[in-house]
């Protein structure tokens, strides 16, 4: 079943922007912590941004003034703006929640490449 499904992606020139939208179920959603991860070729998963229920937000240093998270309760979704992209966030974009139960089933992800 699929339960976490991210789109946005693309290929953008190097300042650009881009706006990543993660839809989910109501069961992973509600509650709980949801966070964007990025992955590399030949890199470990990362954490970009989180956000709580109470919209107190976590954001990477790598990408600190340049992304925002923010989420709609509403429609169990989680939106991560990417603005002055660099090439080295070319990534598979993923999201998920945090929480003690554990990640969700891991989506496809979403593909962002920044040229330069």
């Known amino acids: 079943q699929v339960q976490v499904v991210e789109s946005g992606g693309g290929l953008v020139q190097a300042g650009g922007s881009l706006r990543l939208s993660c839809t989910t179920l109501?069961?992973?959603?509600?509650?709980?912590?949801m966070a964007w991860y990025r992955q590399a070729p030949g890199e470990p998963r990362e954490l970009v941004a989180a956000i709580t229920p109470s919209g107190r937000v976590n954001i990477a240093d790598s990408v600190k003034g340049r992304f925002t998270i923010s989420r709609d309760d509403a429609k169990n979704t989680v939106y991560l703006q990417m603005n002055n992209l660099k090439p080295e966030d070319t990534a598979v974009y993923y999201c998920?929640?945090?929480?003690?139960?554990?990640?969700?089933?891991w989506g496809q992800g979403t593909q962002v490449t920044v040229s330069s």
């Open positions: 109501g069961v992973i959603f509600r509650g709980n912590t």
């Open positions: 998920n929640r945090q929480s003690q139960l554990g990640p969700a089933r």
